[in-house]
């Protein structure tokens, strides 16, 4: 798997999810997606406030103390808590591309395994 098939996996999850998603589990992608994004317009409002910088550092601190916890419990669950080396880099990528994806799934077209994928359905 390259990371172009890795991408449009996850757009397609993004465009379908949506058909099969219970009402709970809308209710946990939908905050966490407006989170990430506040998040990142904070990031960006930094460069302009002070106070903002302390909030925000803040709240980056807390988020990354809580999904280490998380992943740390289900990495060792597993026996792969080898992956714990990936954690920081990828809790820096990790906002940019929940947005980027569900954006990109919801509102593009994409080829997924050769089947082509748009707002419509797989065509």
Avoid: E
């Avoid at 990142?40 to 925000?56: D, M, P, Q, V, Y």
């Avoid at 709240?59 to 990495?75: N, Q, R």
């Avoid at 920081?88 to 080829?111: D, E, Q």
Wanted: charge should be positive.
């Amino acid at each position: 798997m390259n990371f172009r098939h890795f991408m449009n996996q996850r757009f397609r999850w993004v465009a379908y999810g949506g058909n099969i998603l219970s009402l709970g589990v809308t209710f946990f992608f939908v905050p966490a997606l407006l989170f990430n994004a506040i998040l990142l317009i904070s990031l960006a409002g930094c460069a302009f406030s002070t106070s903002l910088r302390i909030i925000t550092g803040g709240i980056l601190i807390a988020k990354l103390i809580a999904d280490f916890l998380l992943i740390s419990k289900y990495t060792a669950l597993y026996k792969c808590s080898y992956l714990l080396k990936y954690f920081i880099p990828l809790f820096i990528v990790h906002p940019m591309l929940s947005l980027f994806v569900a954006i990109k799934g919801n509102l593009f077209s994409f080829t997924w395994k050769d089947t082509r994928y748009s707002k419509g359905g797989a065509q």
